[in-house]
């Protein structure tokens, strides 16, 4: 079993940042890539950011590259995703996901475990 644990959401303005972390635990976390998606209200749940197992390469999506940042610290077991320059439409539940398999790309259903998500409201 892997669990998955977010933190760091929170209520901010626009432009302001945060920074995200996924504690994982249950298996070998250096051997995965790890990912973050979102979820807004009503919506499905959307790709953000991926890295791979030795955080070499970094693969974003479009609406938020340039202003988002996924890194991971394998010796803590932990992932994050640093989130500058908010805006509205980043408002959505975020969530650090991991593959079944150590290698994943985009879309939800390759990856089996997901944290609780942590609520990220960006105001106006």
């Known amino acids: 079993q892997v669990q998955l644990v977010e933190s760091g959401g929170g209520l901010v303005q626009a432009g302001a940042s945060l920074r995200l972390s996924c504690a994982a635990s249950?298996?070998?976390?250096?051997?995965?890539?790890m990912a973050w998606f979102r979820q807004a209200q009503g919506k499905g749940r959307d790709f953000v950011a991926r890295?791979?197992?030795?955080?070499?390469?970094?693969d974003y999506a479009d609406s938020v590259k340039g202003r988002f940042t996924i890194s991971r610290d394998n010796a803590k077991n932990t992932l994050y995703l640093q989130m500058n320059s908010l805006k509205p439409e980043d408002t959505a539940v975020y969530y650090c996901a991991a593959p079944t398999t150590p290698m994943a790309w985009y879309r939800a259903d390759e990856y089996a475990y997901w944290g609780q998500g942590t609520q990220v409201t960006v105001s106006s």
């Open positions: 249950g298996r070998t976390f250096s051997s995965y890539v």
């Open positions: 890295v791979t197992s030795t955080g070499g390469n970094t």
